[in-house]
């Protein structure tokens, strides 16, 4: 399994980004698929899920209405449209999958891309 991602970088507060996760090993379009996120010195935290087909998505309260999850399974790869950023979304971002629910604790995840905001 490797799953790649790409599109962090810095952006103003306000400002937008837009995640890519590149998966390959293993039957994409079957699996959930989501976003964790990590800032320094804090546990792992849940941003969002998509089901196989793409028709539920899932968000943590702290990024519902900003931020938008997708999945496109013919190219095998999973978006996050992120707007409105705040300076509390700093850390870095990883891709996920999982047979049945994303979570924490899902056991194929990337290695992730750095998204800092600043103020």
């Known amino acids: 399994v490797q799953l790649v991602e790409s599109g962090g970088g810095l952006v103003q507060a306000g400002g937008s980004l837009r995640l890519s996760c590149e998966a390959s090993?293993?039957?994409?379009?079957?699996?959930?698929m989501g976003w964790l996120r990590q800032a320094p010195g804090k546990e792992r935290e849940f941003v969002a899920s998509i089901n196989w087909s793409g028709s539920s998505p899932y968000y943590a309260e702290s990024v519902e209405g900003r931020f938008t999850i997708s999945r496109d399974n013919a190219r095998n790869t999973v978006f996050l449209q992120m707007t409105e950023l705040k300076p509390e979304d700093t850390a870095v971002y990883h891709c996920?999958?999982?047979?049945?629910?994303?979570?924490?604790?899902?056991?194929?995840w990337g290695q992730g891309t750095q998204v800092t905001v600043s103020s």
């Open positions: 996920a999958a999982d047979l049945y629910v994303v979570t924490t604790t899902s056991e194929y």
């Open positions: 090993g293993f039957a994409f379009s079957t699996y959930a």
